[in-house]
């Protein structure tokens, strides 16, 4: 049996016990759901046994282990999955996911936990079952029971289950510590367990014993914590840094060279490619500078090889007119989403080719090159050798069999293939198959460098994400092996040696050098970073997506070695695995997923672009963009939480005390606050220190999120209304908040410059430099300061609008059918009108039948063009999908007229819409002060402004679902 599951899922900790217990030999695969053997799984964990049969039902998986345990424990399994996990995951859920209504319904299951297990040392009864199990697995991660009273029978049985033999055995394989609610949001395709509702049917049922999470976290805070906080809450003088014109390292201080890998100059960039390197390489050196370290970012575009001469071919352009074409593409993308680069260059430099020429002479003289022949491949229609990425056939490596892998690479196993090892190997231009001819080639000796470069990489490679490390090792374990680095093409660098002077460099061997080239263009002074005196130290980060780690890891490490000239070499190697498009891939083809141009016509803020990419960054495993949660972060995490902190503070400083800040006395409540923040600015201090940029804005958000909690808890506007002294404690209060605010802005630079620069407009402040030996809240605005004009920092995405994007970048294909569909629809044809009514899902026939001729011309060329069947049968299957989906369309029943229901003007259903708005955060800000005979009214208003909009939309009437209605 196997059991699939993704890193930290409690349901696959479950599993693991069950077949534990059952005495069942079981292997455990971690996965994601994007993982292309998990394209059948619904759900993870997933148990798979011998005969091939899935089961997706963790309680599907108990009973089929234990079949005669009783009614009684399929009761408790059932409660367990329904009832005990959604509470526990929204309640320690973060940012929009959690759930405030999560805490006393897990009060009240923990309760009923209690008091089961205070009649029976288990919930079946004298003897264990899998539902105690399935319950312990839920309660095993840290946190669940955290400041828990009063349940002592609960904790006993807790400690009865923990210490058993076979409950050890699988948590030295699957440490307790690893667990985490939140790997449930990624284990199944709806969502994980958030949209589950949780809900009490009477307010007596829950009892207060879990503790609050904020109380919770006020009671850790120690003496010296406090002391700490009270020591740096002080006005410091912090001298504001200037960078220099060109920037250079400098002895005893830290120096910080930072690259992304070189985008391909043949294609638009999506989301993908921009958080993979360049985004994440700019969020990363932005804090690097603001922390007072000597930082240099060089990045530029890869414009050699056979990916921009096969551009220049589908274009009918020379290959030089590409790269031109696309390099000022890519600028211009990156330049909108704020990229700051201190210099972006192009490979097809004078600087490159020199800079390439003479590493190649000084491995060549070293003696790490040889001459070999080699077979390659010819395409006699074309007539011309093929490079490596003008071949496409099947990956030669055991276990993988991917049918479109390049001469190069597989995208699907990751491995290096030569392009003679493929299986049917066929053009890429023409799709005939090639023949093998016999050439001189260069190789790198990789083996008598590997020595070096072993030595090297144990020194070096702490500093790498793991993916980076276990690729390099993996390469290691194989054995390296002679590299060929020149190729019988006209675009790119010429090879300065006798009888070679028609080959040029393959692109993976110049292409790193572009660092280089690309400092050197920036300063004559460019060996201070790359070959520094020994008493100057560089530290290198490179940032790159997982499969550029090989040639950042090992073949471009190995031709440095081979110099000998002591260049600098990468200490921080910062992989990201892939993000993904909603739940497939981007493709510019297909018109599926964003772009970096698309991005900006949406009409979203860069910022914004920015920080949700961060929050998505796939750092420890695949990702997906989603639209829906794009929304959400910008809503929740950004609107409600950030923004709503700041404006909030910022405003009532500028009505009440006219802008400025007044004297501020600090009680206990405010040096326990600055004490909690101090820990989430060293944390985030050190997350950024290791470019771990999700956990960096988690920290960020909860400082906003602590000083709403203390805002409102502790009402400056009630003060206001109270005596002299409480005046004065109100006029604390926002000092200590716009302050925060201050240190915000700080913190939310590296990801949002354009949006921290408009608060630090707004506080009337500049950017402050970081400290990261002493990571603790300063006085940044001082009594008397004056602040400037408060605005909102944030809009809301409706979702109305988030629906219209998601739709237009759903693909290209869909677009254009619709188009036809609409001009069909306009037709005078009465059964053109009746076939653009009927639907089948979200197609309607005049779609499908456009989608079956579209598709059917594409086999006719396919099959046209080989006879591989590898190549065309999965075309021809998705015809036979779609002509399917058309005869189902054409026999359902047409749209009656009755059912079009009358529409009121857009105009005055979106000022309605506002209008609920505008309502319903004002009965949330009633309800938040707790007198229901205030807010109870306004709620009334509020139905009724929902009635109304449901009558003039025809949407269904809003119910009252109180807990006294009666049920007829």
Request: glycine residues 6%.
């Amino acid at each position: 049996m196997k059991i699939y599951t993704n890193e930290g899922n409690p349901f696959g900790l479950k599993l693991q016990l069950l077949a534990k217990f059952a005495k069942q030999p079981v292997e455990v695969v971690n996965v994601t759901l994007n993982d292309t053997e998990c394209k059948d799984f619904l759900v993870l964990p997933t148990l798979v046994l011998e005969n091939g049969v899935k089961l997706f039902s963790t309680d599907a998986v108990a009973k089929y282990l234990f079949p005669d345990e009783g009614a009684l424990r399929d009761e408790w399994l059932e409660w367990s999955t329904v009832k005990l996990a959604p509470a526990l995951a929204q309640h320690l859920a973060v940012g929009h996911r959690a759930n405030p209504d999560a805490l006393p319904v897990l009060n009240m299951l923990v309760r009923k936990l209690d008091d089961r297990l205070a009649e029976s040392p288990f919930l079946v009864g004298d003897k264990i079952t899998s539902a105690d199990i399935a319950v312990w697995s839920l309660l095993a991660p840290d946190g669940t029971l955290k400041g828990a009273l009063n349940i002592e029978h609960l904790k006993a049985w807790y400690r009865k289950i923990s210490a058993l033999a076979a409950v050890q055995d699988v948590l030295t394989e699957t440490p307790l510590a690893k667990l985490t609610f939140t790997s449930l949001q990624n284990s199944n395709r709806y969502g994980g367990l958030n949209h589950v509702p949780v809900h009490l049917h009477t307010s007596s049922e829950s009892e207060k014993l879990l503790a609050e999470t904020s109380g919770n976290l006020a009671d850790t805070v120690t003496e010296e914590e406090l002391n700490t906080a009270k020591r740096n809450f002080v006005q410091v003088a912090v001298p504001q840094r200037i960078e220099p014109r060109t920037v250079l390292p400098k002895s005893g201080e830290r120096n910080v060279l930072i690259t992304s890998a070189l985008p391909y100059v043949n294609n638009v960039p999506h989301l993908g490619n921009i958080i993979g390197c360049v985004l994440s390489a700019d969020i990363f050196a932005r804090y690097s500078r603001a922390a007072g370290y000597n930082t240099l970012y060089i990045c530029g575009t890869d414009e050699y090889g056979t990916a921009t001469e096969n551009k220049a071919l589908a274009e009918n352009l020379t290959p030089k007119q590409i790269c031109d074409k696309y390099f000022d593409l890519h600028n211009s993308i990156y330049r909108w989403f704020g990229i700051g680069f201190d210099f972006f260059g192009r490979t097809s430099s004078l600087q490159q080719t020199e800079i390439v020429q003479e590493a190649f002479n000084d491995v060549y003289k070293n003696g790490y090159i040889f001459t070999e022949s080699v077979e390659q491949l010819l395409c006699v229609k074309c007539d011309r050798f093929l490079a490596d990425r003008f071949v496409e056939g099947t990956c030669p490596h055991s276990g993988c069999g991917y049918e479109d892998a390049r001469g190069d690479q597989c995208d699907k196993c990751g491995k290096l293939v030569n392009a003679t090892e493929l299986i049917r190997p066929r053009c890429k231009i023409c799709n005939t198959a090639p023949i093998l001819r016999s050439s001189d080639q260069l190789f790198l000796d990789l083996p008598k460098v590997e020595p070096q470069l072993r030595a090297w990489m144990e020194g070096s490679e702490m500093g790498w994400t793991n993916n980076a490390r276990v690729i390099a090792r993996s390469w290691l374990r194989e054995g390296l092996r002679p590299r060929c680095i020149t190729r019988d093409l006209k675009w790119g660098i010429p090879v300065p040696l006798a009888g070679f002077e028609k080959k040029v460099f393959y692109v993976w061997f110049d292409a790193p050098y572009g660092y280089i080239s690309m400092t050197k263009h920036y300063t004559s002074e460019y060996k201070q970073w790359w070959i520094p005196s020994n008493d100057v130290k560089v530290e290198l980060f490179q940032f790159m997506a997982k499969d550029n780690v090989p040639f950042h890891s090992v073949i471009f490490p190995s031709s440095l070695l081979a110099t000998n000239k002591g260049h600098t070499m990468v200490t921080n190697i910062m992989a990201t695995e892939y993000l993904n498009y909603e739940d497939g891939k981007f493709s510019k083809s297909r018109g599926i997923g964003v772009f970096g141009n698309d991005a900006q016509e949406t009409g979203i803020p860069a910022d914004i672009w920015r920080f949700y990419l961060a929050c998505a960054r796939p750092e420890g495993q695949d990702s997906s963009f989603s639209w829906n949660d794009l929304a959400a972060r910008n809503n929740s995490d950004l609107l409600n939480n950030l923004g709503n902190f700041v404006n909030r503070a910022l405003v009532f400083c500028e009505k009440n005390f006219d802008g400025v800040i007044q004297a501020m006395t600090l009680t206990k409540d405010e040096l326990v606050l600055l004490a909690l923040i101090n820990r989430e600015v060293r944390a985030y201090v050190n997350s950024l220190e290791k470019a771990k940029l999700r956990d960096g804005i988690r920290h960020l958000l909860s400082i906003s999120r602590q000083g709403n909690g203390y805002m409102q808890a502790q009402q400056p506007w009630v003060l206001l209304k109270g005596t002299d002294e409480q005046k004065a404690r109100a006029a604390t209060i926002i000092g200590v908040c716009a302050n925060i605010a201050a240190i915000l802005a700080n913190l939310l630079f590296p990801y949002m410059p354009a949006t921290a620069r408009t608060l630090l407009t707004q506080l009337n402040a500049k950017q402050t430099q970081l400290n990261p030996r002493q990571p603790f809240i300063n006085i940044l605005l001082p009594t008397g300061h004056k602040i400037g004009k408060p605005a909102p920092l944030f809009t809301k995405l409706e979702q109305s609008f988030i629906d219209e994007l998601k739709q237009k970048f759903g693909g290209v294909q869909d677009q254009n059918i619709d188009k036809k569909a609409t001009l069909v629809a306009n037709t005078s044809k009465p059964d053109t009108a009746k076939a653009s009514l009927i639907t089948n899902g979200t197609q309607t026939i005049a779609q499908l039948e456009e989608a079956v001729r579209l598709q059917g011309e594409k086999v006719r060329q396919l099959k046209a063009s080989t006879k591989d069947k590898s190549v065309w049968q999965p075309e021809v299957n998705i015809l036979l999908d779609l002509k399917k989906q058309l005869t189902v369309a054409q026999a359902a029943p047409p749209v009656t007229k009755a059912a079009v229901v009358p529409q009121a003007s857009d105009a005055k259903v979106k000022e309605l819409e506002q209008r609920i708005t505008q309502q319903g955060e004002k009965v949330r800000q009633l309800k938040a002060a707790g007198d229901a005979s205030v807010w109870k009214p306004e709620v009334d208003v509020l139905l009724q402004m929902k009635k109304e909009l449901a009558t003039l939309t025809g949407a269904p009437q809003p119910t009252v679902q109180g807990k006294n209605k009666k049920k007829k």
